[in-house]
């Protein structure tokens, strides 16, 4: 364990460097909060109303959050580093260390995301609290609760593009299955909640990433149900393990293939 | 007639300078140091029509500068520059019809076509009719020794063949000065000596002035019957070739002991 | 003076030429990129659809509408890369001294910088947005006035991106800020102008380029005005101006690839 916090050390130190860069960057995500702020305030024209159970601060501080975690969450390292890795040959190096690759990505991913996430979070905040107004209910169970699902989501996050990148030791290409996966996340997981599609799609939808990645950090947020958390925290730990387990698999898989047909 | 006349011809860069760490570098954001330098300094020399000149010193000594002033890639700070009778600044296109630039290792052909499509751009570039642009190719493939590779795209060809192209497409114009900024850098010996014969053969026939920076002896010996040095923005010797070989070290030795003099009373950039 | 200008045009048409046909060496990469970039925009219904079926006008605009903003986005941003690529990452260019090329030919060096690149997954842009206009009511004029706003808007666009673009002569952090800007300006190019109110919506028609890029265009398509069109036209020619002056007048500031150098 102590290596993989000493390599996420030196990720996050580097990082560090970059905070004037990142800070800019928030300058997007402001503008994708402004853009949804006005879109749901066009929405919720008549004050009182509830579009799919939720009121209309709930709506705006679900679609921050999960904006805070696609924008805050991107990282170089689980997508593109990995198929560069992979198709440089560069890997012939890397999976030698006295490491396991897939992990030393892991350690990279989340030293960058812990620079970026608590910077969008920050702005989610300032900029909620004055432009939406606090959210009613929100108490210590909803934070704690919120944090321990989105480490966790951001985490399952990093797992699941690390295992499409891992493709690219059979194609060519893996941009555009990340390409699906992210357009999976960003226009059905982050503009709006699940309960907005009809009943029947609910169940299909609780099953892609979707709902451990994005929903669930963002419902627990604004409307925090015991019940609900315990469902969601249950599903992101099988969403883990079952994603952990895929990750090793196509490494080793990968890497056999290596072996066999050279770098 | 001079071709080229520079007069106290100056130029600075304001360089930013970063202090270490974390709190450096949040003072640099708004705060930032800045130190001059002056690449060149007070720079005064004339070129005749015809000559072969070579324009040498150590890196960083303000050569690569002084070239880009005389083709109109810079702007001067201070002094006054005429190249064939134009001021680079006010009249770049002017005299860009007039002058062929070969810089090094960086590349102004279109890799993925033919060195005679290539050789049609830059006609159409510098507005030679189709038919003379033809003939010109035609000129300029049996000089250079182009007509194996002509159809062949040029990131195929070989560096020594991409160099002769590149050298070509540069004299499409039938240019009154050339600069060579480096020409032969990375080439084996044969091709370098090839490349030497070829722009020896440009001067004599064509009366092309040639101004040519390298740190290439041999370059410098065979091409030039005229050698200034600068060094630290200035220039140091300025010389002819003939009078230089006369004196009892060889050419290098001689240029060495220039280099380092000048570096004793100033510490180098 | 004609001769000059038709000289010029034929190197730009030239180079874009030549640009295109280096992407398409690769025939499989370039028809997916192609292929993949219509099918992003077209991802972007999905969304719609679920808004739309909340209400049935956001604000003001029909599903319709909103496909037809989308598509005059797409095609007009499109076609600014196609043609002007380049304009984009111009900063890494001013950074690292590596407009040389462009200074010792004799022809304008903004141009011949500009027509110096394509990106081929905007010809999926462009042919995307041909698409909406065309599967939203096919009538002629709607297509010639949609085809006209795509070129206005791509000229703003690239006038927009040369104008931040060029702040790099002069400081060299401005390339993220830059980037971020042209962010700003697509990332309301996607979205109604009529849920924005007061402060924003003078800021979307003056300073920020999308109203004039494509909102003020997409009325225009259903509701044609002559002096809007004019506003349009004006608009596109005055911030030209201004970013060809700007541009300008930094490359007196350009220091060159020996730059670095000097910094040893």
Redesign the interface.
Known sequence: MRKYAVIYRSVFLEN??YT??IA??L??YF??I??FI??W???YAEPGTR?AGYTREQMIWYVMITEMLWFGARSGAVAGQVSADIRGGNIAYLMNKPYHYTLYILARYTGEWSIRLPMYMALAVAAGIMMVGKLPGFGLPALLSSAVSILLGVTINGVFKICISLLSFWIEDAN?FQ?LYD?LIL??GT??PIE??PEAMRPFLKMTPIYTVCYGPAKLAVDFRMDQYLDILLAQFLYLAAGCGLMFFIYEKGVKKLYVNGG | MNVIEAENLSKTFRVKQKEKGMKGSIRAVFKPKTEEIKAVNGVSFAVEEGEALAFIGPNGAGKSTTIKMLTGILYPDGGRVQVLGIDPTKKRKQLAYQIGTVFGQKEQLWTHLTPYDNFQFFGAIYDIPDRETEKRIGELTEIFELSAFLNTPVRNLSLGQRIRCEIAASLIHRPKVLFLDEPTIGLDPVVKENIRFLIRQMNREFHTTIFLTSHDIGDIEKLCRRVIIVNSGQIVLDDSMEHLKFADASLEDIIMRVYREKGKEEPAL | MLTAVKNQLRVCLLSIKYNIMREMLNKVTFLTNICFMMLNNASFLVQWAVLFRLKEDIGGYSFREVMLLWGLSASSFGLSHILFARVFSLPELIINGKLDAWLVLPKNVLLGVMTSATRTSAIGDLLYGILVVCLTGFQIKRILLFLLFTVTGAVIITAFALLVGSLSFWFVKTEIFGNQMLNVVISFATYPDGIFKGAAKFLLYSIIPTGMMVYQPVHMITDMDLGGLLMVLGYAVLLSVIAAAVFYRGLRNYSSGNLMGARV
């Open positions: 560090l460097q004037m860069n800019l960057g300058i997007s503008i994708f402004f853009v006005n879109l305030g066009y929405l579009i555009p390409w357009k226009i059905v503009v709006f907005i599609f």
